[in-house]
C-alpha cells in the first residue's frame, strides 16, 4: 500500500512539473522574414571573412572580431539597407564596401549600442 501511494504521488509530482508545450501560429511572412534576416546576416559576415575587408579593417584599429559583433547585433532593416546598398555600388568598389562598414559602426556608435571608436560618444 505505501509503495502504491509513493509511485502515484510521485508520478503525480512529475507530471505537474513537466513543463507545457505549446504551439503557436507561425506565418509563412515571419518564417520568410527569419530566413531573410539569417541570408543578409550571413552575406555581410561573408564581407567581413573576406582577406581584402580584414586587411582594411586592421589598418583602421577595428579588429575584424569586433566587427563581426557587430553585424550580429545588426537588425534585419540595418541588414537590408546594407546589403542594398552594397548591391547598388559598382564591382570592385571595396573601398566604398568598407567605408559602408565603418559608417554603419559609427552609427551603431552614436545608438549607443556598441563602442568601438571612443571618440563617439552615444546620444
Given at each position: ?121 552615444p546620444i
Open positions: 500500500m505505501k509503495t502504491r501511494l509513493k509511485t502515484t504521488i510521485a508520478t503525480t509530482f512529475l507530471l505537474l512539473s513537466a513543463g507545457h508545450a505549446s504551439a503557436g501560429v507561425y506565418s509563412s511572412d515571419q518564417a520568410i522574414s527569419s530566413q531573410q534576416y539569417q541570408y543578409n546576416k550571413q552575406q555581410v559576415l561573408n564581407l567581413v571573412d573576406s582577406a581584402e575587408v580584414q586587411q582594411k579593417l586592421t589598418t583602421l584599429g577595428v579588429s575584424p572580431a569586433e566587427a563581426k559583433m557587430r553585424v550580429e547585433n545588426m537588425t534585419n532593416e540595418e541588414l537590408i539597407t546594407f546589403n542594398q546598398q552594397m548591391n547598388d555600388m559598382p564591382a570592385g568598389g571595396i573601398i566604398g564596401t568598407i567605408v559602408t562598414v565603418l559608417v554603419v559602426v559609427a552609427v551603431l556608435d552614436l545608438m549607443g549600442i556598441t563602442d568601438v571608436y571612443p571618440f563617439i560618444r
